[in-house]
């Protein structure tokens, strides 16, 4: 049983996340400077004050505090199982599969997953909070491509660059928050194995995928 402590504290912390989300669907409808406050406290149901209290530093705050989640859920839900796994392929089969599902499970009702588009959109961040969220993303671009060395190693990968490949395979499986639709024809797992099948089939070798799905 919760105590009130713990209550209050999860209370609070599925009101920040109600905040950041309706926050990076206004930012990417709108764009970082045309998206108030006044607009995020509207489409979270709160007063402005009351957002101020979550994010005493403003808007800039704000938008950094949004990209801070969006990395959060993926050192969470992708980076942390990955290094568990020793097996460089099924590490990387891992890794694309909760990436792509944690873009398609945090999807708005009109399909896109605004958290994991304002990560990329770095325009409004101050130097210090954007050289922040730089240091986080390489840590994972670097997960990627010392994945890829290793099945190189192992002569799995094709006779691919490893960097090009890591920033390849990334930009693949990002573009899904953009055009996914929950309601479209496939689908959210059905998505997850057709992108897991493009990006495995253009970075292993045959041999390589053979009895493993």
């Given at each position: 049983?919760?105590t ?77 199982p ?8 099924t ?37 210090e ?10 840590v ?39 055009w ?28 390589a ?5």
């Open positions: 049983m919760q009130l402590r713990e209550t209050f504290e999860s209370v609070e912390s599925e009101r920040l996340a109600q905040i950041y989300r309706a926050a990076a669907e206004l930012f990417c409808e709108k764009g970082f400077d045309g998206t108030s406050m006044s607009a995020v406290a509207e489409a979270v149901g709160v007063t402005k004050a009351a957002i101020y209290h979550f994010v005493p530093g403003g808007k800039a705050e704000l938008l950094f505090a949004v990209m801070s989640y969006g990395m959060d859920r993926l050192e969470d839900y992708v980076i942390t990955a290094r568990g796994i020793v097996d460089a392929e590490r990387l089969r891992t890794i694309i599969r909760n990436h792509v599902r944690i873009i398609t499970s945090g999807a708005s009702p009109n399909g896109h997953n605004p958290v994991t588009i304002v990560v990329e959109e770095v325009g409004g961040l101050s130097k909070h954007r050289r922040t969220v730089d240091k986080r993303k390489r994972y671009v670097d997960l990627i491509r010392d994945t890829l060395i290793q099945l190189n190693a192992e002569n799995k990968l094709r006779p691919v660059d490893e960097t090009v490949a890591a920033f390849s395979m990334l930009g693949t499986i990002l573009w899904v928050a953009r996914y639709e929950p309601n479209g024809r496939l689908t959210a797992e059905q998505i997850n194995d057709e992108i897991s099948k493009l990006i495995l089939g253009s970075l292993l070798r045959p041999q995928r053979l009895g493993k799905r």
